[in-house]
């Protein structure tokens, strides 16, 4: 993972950049955007294709509703016969949990339709999406929660004994049974990401276990503790009390796009091992639905041509959509990199190591990986050459993935060849390498310009 398309077998933080006429010139101190793709919305049609290449995959959403929908007439018909039967039956603690019920069913039409809004493709009023649709109707589903936990304090603590055991029971031990067997089914869809889907998921096993409370309160109902099943009435509403602040809490920061620590770490973590470029920061992540929107400054050699360029970013796009789930939409910003992040610089170095005075007729190139640290030394390829001499060594240098070269001086055809490969040249005075690289780093050395 993280190897740059065309560079080939090569050492670790190697890069291969493939020769163009033109190249990208970048004024010192000045932020200049590379390519105008590399920072850009997609087309409609690009973008729609693209979300279809993920696990997030719009054949899942259609499932999800049908799933939603059968999962929202079953809850409602729970919750109907648990509110007629803890009538009939003078159940307090089964009335409440058929409310509960109904509250389901209010949230999975709510989950339809957040599951409906980020199904439909981008457009041009919408160009992002109507993902954070998911998040609204997510918001109300909480407060519908509230409301049926206010219903039950309303109408939950009466003094009352039920009139006959049975029935009550079979009712709940049926809504346990659905519940559990809903709540698998739903987890078959898990690779959807979305929020609604894992919400149902968790709520339908919740309810299993709630049910288990609900047999025990309606056990104390009937042998006279009243004041015991008010603890599991109290019980329940804590519980979907404790749910909508949950629902809402996630919603709210959804819609206030607030930032997901966690899948910026993992992207942090893939960039860390993308060779060949020097850098990258400003990383932000929100969430829409179950997609990630990604935005960051990418940092590139200031010599990089711009159709190279814009191929690194179009792969790391598909490398972030590949290796991050729910990663939908990646804007990159293209800029100089800085001198004190990851390069391969290659010092032309003459027999005794110091800096060469000319470029083509150094004894060789120390190649110095600022990631590691690490120098490693190789004869120049053309030193017995006569002609192109300059091209033999600038395609030796492109397999080492160098992307900055350090010499005492060069002549003219060398440098433009070199910055047409997408590597820089900065001329120095310095002779030791190693306080050369200490003035690259420190923004001391000039690039060389054509």
Aim: aromatic share 10%.
């Amino acid at each position: 993972m993280g190897e740059l398309p065309g560079a080939g077998a090569k050492p670790r933080g190697a890069v291969s950049f493939s020769r163009c006429n033109s190249s990208l010139a970048f004024q010192a101190h000045a932020t200049v955007i590379c390519s105008a793709q590399a920072q850009r919305i997609k087309s409609l049609k690009d973008f729609y294709i693209s979300l279809n290449r993920y696990n997030v995959m719009y054949g899942d959403l259609r499932t999800a509703k049908t799933r939603t929908l059968i999962s929202l007439f079953a809850f409602l018909l729970l919750g109907l016969l648990k509110i007629a039967v803890g009538r009939l039956y003078v159940s307090p603690v089964l009335t409440a949990d058929g409310i509960h019920n109904i509250a389901d069913v209010i949230m999975m039409l709510a989950a339809f339709l957040g599951l409906y809004l980020i199904s439909l493709p981008p457009s041009a009023n919408f160009p992002y999406g109507l993902y954070k649709g998911e998040s609204l109707v997510s918001l109300f589903m909480g407060i519908a929660i509230i409301y049926a936990a206010f219903e039950i304090a309303v109408t939950g603590f009466v003094r009352l004994r039920p009139t006959d055991l049975l029935p009550l029971l079979i009712t709940e031990a049926i809504s346990i049974i659905v519940s559990v067997y809903l709540g698998h089914w739903i987890s078959g869809l898990m690779s959807t990401n979305s929020s609604v889907i894992k919400a149902e998921r968790l709520h339908n096993y919740e309810d299993g276990i709630l049910g288990l409370i609900v047999i025990a309160g309606i056990f104390m109902e009937w042998a006279g503790y009243i004041y015991v099943a008010y603890i599991f009435l109290i019980v329940i509403i804590a519980y979907l009390l404790y749910q909508s602040y949950g629902i809402m809490k996630d919603s709210i920061l959804s819609l206030l796009d607030a930032s997901d620590r966690a899948v910026a770490l993992a992207i942090s973590r893939v960039m860390n091992e993308v060779n060949g470029i020097i850098g990258f920061h400003e990383l932000k992540v929100r969430k829409a639905g179950p997609f990630y929107f990604v935005e960051m400054h990418l940092e590139l050699p200031h010599s990089l041509p711009v159709d190279r360029a814009d191929e690194i970013t179009d792969y790391i796009e598909d490398l972030l959509k590949k290796e991050v789930k729910g990663v939908a939409y990646v804007t990159i910003h293209v800029e100089p990199g800085s001198m004190s992040k990851k390069w391969i610089l290659a010092f032309a170095v003459s027999e005794d190591g110091n800096i060469s005075s000319h470029f083509g007729l150094s004894h060789g190139f120390l190649i110095l990986n600022t990631h590691d640290g690490k120098y490693v030394y190789y004869d120049n390829p053309a030193f017995s050459i006569d002609r192109h001499r300059a091209q033999v060594i600038i395609n030796f240098l492109k397999k080492l993935g160098v992307n900055a070269v350090i010499s005492q001086s060069i002549d003219e055809t060398a440098a433009l060849a070199l910055s047409g490969a997408g590597i820089d040249v900065y001329l120095t005075d310095i002779k030791d390498p190693q306080k050369a690289y200490e003035a690259f780093r420190e923004g001391n050395l000039k690039r060389h310009t054509v």
